[in-house]
């Protein structure tokens, strides 16, 4: 093993740390993105250096073209971040029409740890299964030092183990040092406070106590008053063409979209996303079959005729439970505003539904800033063949319309996530990885409190191993809107790469709460299936036959169960639906082990780990699938292998790996014992980080 030295750069009140990639102050994470976060690591490694902007642009972004605009851009975020005012230069000094300095003194440390360290600090098997479960232990594994004096990070909760005379903070600190020893000095300290001191501090903490018994009391009595209502439930389904033609279907879907964006910053409201309505496109709609197999409780229809540049809308609002239309009408209108329908159709909701909206719900609902139609029509067209899975025309779209009119946000993050869908389900690789990045980074720079490209590009850093940065976009979105479900699932996904199970299936519950549609026939709950409760995830999958991600888990799951044969053919079901698919790819190979042809099933797996090479797949998880059917196959030295490359690349879930009966051929190798040292030192840092 290589020497890995862990860089820590400290500034005012702020660290720096190479290993989390994490800006901290006071011990609090700072949110960056990725591109934000390496532009002031280069400018802190260099502080007190002028850096010419063509020097910090081709380090940044090597190979590639871009504006100075994007380091102008990204510079400023440094500022905002750093809490510089305008005209301040504590931190960043411009140097004009050259470039950028750091000029505050930063102090360096690192920490070298040696890889053959960790000989002495293997542990049996036993001993590891206990420390997964809380069991008892013999050793103890060393406290990792990941992210810098994680000792900062205050805990979320403290419970007073020293007695009243303790201050709060006091114990607080001494808590988080988990000193027994301190703990009853402190605590005999206490009891020596003299009366003179103590009296008056009891005379106090009773009334701090009487006054939140007030509070509590007038509390529950308002909300009594007041109870707190449920968001109401709507769903928007696809316009209806009253004059198909190929040319002009695409608006029924698009159109839905646009409204569903537009609405989902209101937080009275749950909205359902644009892959829950697609199946009723140019569909008889039955509202109240609709409304029940959508849970809602509110409908919006409509329908549309084209006749060259003028267009007709009709639209209605519908309350499903009394049967009563809200609103209902109409807009004539040139093809070239078609912008002005999602402002108009998404006010009408709102005043339909007679929706109380906060000072910033009311900004963001205002009507969009003017897009040039041809770029707006194509950026329609790229939502409708990104719904159909079709990606690289979406993506051929997409870009038109950002090379028409580059200012228009929703077109770069719908870019993005078309570019992630690309590189983690059709092997696009590193390549669309890194445009993924670039187009998620310029949408929230025109827009910075898009949610659709924080949750998109939050997914992103959770497929290429940078869960740490998902997880500041995903809970900063929720502060936008706390009940758009999309979110809660997002953050559900995240914590399960860091081995939060238990946190990651209460949040993809509470989405399913939300919107029980949601991510219905793209996504499996796979917390419960770490958690080893098989039952349980296989009936929180979709109720689908079609769709190959789905059931390849159906199989995942029976194969977990014992039920080979009913595996194998879930498995076979899923490569005839999608051969492509890396997942179908895997569960074909572990077909091969139940039919006892493992040279064939090692085949499979040598051709799609050779693809994920090749191409920069970035996906830990899925590739931690491929370690796992090695494994089965019982190629150990390829399982360890591709297993290492898992976790090194953000699949640290270490309560599942460590205890994963797929794995149970390579558990007693010295190997496997490293990698579970690596992935739990990361697991601890990352619950210490966030919770």
């Not at 749950?270 to 029940?292: F, G, H, L, M």
């Not at 609103?327 to 159709?345: H, P, R």
């Not at 085949?603 to 998880?621: F, N, T």
Request: charged share 25%; with cysteine.
């Amino acid at each position: 093993m290589l020497q890995k030295t862990h860089h820590v750069y400290e500034f005012g009140p702020f660290v720096l740390d190479t290993i989390q990639h994490a800006l901290l102050r006071d011990g609090q994470l700072v949110p960056l993105t990725a591109k934000t976060y390496d532009t002031l690591l280069v400018l802190v490694q260099n502080s007190r250096k002028m850096l010419t902007k063509e020097e910090l642009m081709n380090t940044l972004w090597p190979d590639r073209f871009v504006e100075e605009s994007n380091l102008t851009q990204q510079i400023s975020m440094i500022r905002k971040a750093l809490g510089e005012s305008p005209g301040e230069h504590r931190y960043i000094v411009t140097v004009p029409a050259r470039g950028y300095r750091f000029a505050a003194a930063v102090r360096e440390e690192s920490d070298e740890e040696a890889g053959t360290a960790v000989e002495d600090q293997r542990l049996s098997e036993a001993a590891i299964k206990a420390e997964a479960t809380g069991g008892p232990t013999e050793k103890r594994w060393p406290v990792p030092l990941i992210v810098a004096d994680l000792e900062k990070v205050p805990p979320i909760e403290t419970e007073s183990r020293a007695g009243l005379a303790l201050a709060s903070k006091d114990l607080q600190d001494l808590e988080t040092t988990e000193n027994t020893q301190a703990l009853q000095e402190a605590a005999e300290s206490g009891m020596r406070w003299s009366t003179r001191f103590a009296r008056p501090a009891l005379v106090l903490a009773g009334i701090a106590l009487l006054g939140a018994f007030i509070c509590a009391v007038y509390r529950e009595q308002s909300i009594r008053r007041h109870p707190r209502q449920s968001p109401r439930s709507l769903a928007i389904l696809p316009f209806q063409n009253l004059r198909p033609d190929a040319e002009s279907d695409f608006l029924g879907f698009s159109l839905a979209d646009a409204i569903i964006t537009k609405l989902g910053y209101v937080s009275a409201l749950t909205v359902r996303p644009s892959y829950a309505i697609q199946k009723y496109r140019n569909q008889t709609i039955d509202i109240p079959k609709t409304a029940a197999d959508l849970n809602v409780d509110t409908l919006v229809t409509g329908a549309f005729i084209r006749d060259g540049d003028d267009l007709r809308i009709t639209s209605q609002l519908i309350d499903v439970k009394t049967q009563k239309i809200l609103w209902k009408g109409a807009f004539d209108l040139k093809y070239e505003k078609l912008l002005t329908v999602q402002d108009n159709v998404a006010q009408r909701v709102i005043e339909g539904l007679e929706l109380s909206l906060s000072p910033g719900e009311g900004e963001r609902l205002k009507a969009e800033k003017p897009i040039d139609p041809l770029a707006y029509e194509y950026y329609l067209r790229g939502v409708d063949l990104y719904s159909r899975s079709d990606f690289p025309m979406a993506i051929k779209m997409l870009e038109k319309s950002a090379e028409i009119d580059p200012n228009y946000a929703l077109t770069w993050a719908c870019l993005g996530r078309s570019y992630n869908a690309s590189a983690s389900f059709q092997f696009g690789g590193r390549e669309h990885y890194r445009k993924a990045q670039g187009a998620f980074e310029k949408a929230l720079s025109l827009q910075p409190e898009q949610i659709e490209a924080r949750i998109y590009m939050a997914n992103l850093f959770t497929d290429t191993g940078r869960v740490e940065h998902a997880v500041p976009l995903l809970r900063e979105a929720l502060k936008t809107n706390p009940n758009h479900a999309e979110v809660h699932w997002e953050l559900g996904y995240a914590y399960r790469f860091a081995g939060m199970l238990k946190e990651s299936a209460s949040e993809c519950e509470r989405a399913r709460q939300l919107d029980p549609s949601v991510k219905l026939n793209s996504s499996a709950l796979n917390a419960y299936l770490y958690l080893g409760q098989y039952d349980r995830f296989l009936q929180a999958l979709p109720k689908t036959a079609d769709v190959a991600f789905i059931v390849f888990y159906h199989g995942f799951g029976e194969y977990y169960k014992r039920d080979w044969e009913q595996a194998a053919r879930d498995f076979d079901r899923a490569f005839e639906l999608d051969p492509s698919l890396l997942q179908a790819q895997i569960g074909r190979a572990l077909s091969e082990a139940v039919g006892r042809q493992n040279p064939k099933g090692r085949e499979i797996l040598h051709e799609a780990e050779d693809k994920i090479r090749e191409r920069g797949v970035s996906d830990p998880e899925a590739i931690y699938k491929v370690a796992q059917a090695y494994a089965v196959l019982g190629d150990k030295a390829s399982a360890l292998r591709v297993l290492g490359n898992s976790v090194d690349n953000g699949f640290f879930s270490y309560p599942y790996i460590v205890t994963d009966p797929l794995l149970e051929s390579v558990r007693d190798e010295p190997e496997f014992t490293h990698l579970m040292s690596l992935a739990r030192q990361r697991h601890l840092a990352f619950k210490s980080l966030f919770f």
